[in-house]
């Protein structure tokens, strides 16, 4: 586990192979909203078989219009890794920013790929049940 440095943000991670999780505690703001980017970045570069990111955002303060930005990029970031992003405990507030800017699908929705697979198992499951 290691906390990563900043002034109005802090940023716990839980890594292990395949997974890493990542608590927020503050805003995510113009001010350092670019040190969140970073810490994703880093974890994607430094687990090659990462499967799953997790955003805990239970201790989220504010989002402004860059601290939105930059969860759209990690979004595109994660889907270009192979990688699903869970936005979990979500606060009202990042509800609301989401619903409002209309981003809550696209955040919150599997990447294509893991929805292929996720559907060719139901299949494969659905077939073995009927034989």
């Known amino acids: 586990m290691s906390t990563l440095p900043s002034s109005h943000l802090r ?4 890594d292990s192979e395949t997974t890493v999780r990542i608590e927020l505690r ?12 970073e810490a ?9 078989r990462l499967r799953d990111l997790h955003l805990g955002c239970a201790g989220l303060g504010s989002v402004d219009s860059t ?5 759209l ?11 699903c992003l869970h936005l979990e405990d979500r ?4 509800d609301r920013l989401l619903t409002i800017t209309g981003s809550m699908a696209y955040l919150t929705a599997l990447p294509a790929d893991a929805a292929a697979r996720e559907s060719a198992g139901a299949k494969e ?6 034989e």
């Open 26 to 37: 503050g805003d995510l703001d113009y001010d350092n909203a670019d040190v969140l980017l």
């Open 67 to 71: 601290g939105l930005s930059i969860l």
């Open 40 to 48: 994703v970045t880093d974890k994607l570069t430094a687990h090659p």
């Open 91 to 94: 606060t009202p507030a990042l």
């Open 11 to 14: 940023l716990t991670a839980i």
């Open 125 to 130: 499951l659905r077939a073995d049940t009927e």
């Open 73 to 83: 990029m990690i979004r595109r970031r994660t889907d270009a890794a192979h990688v």
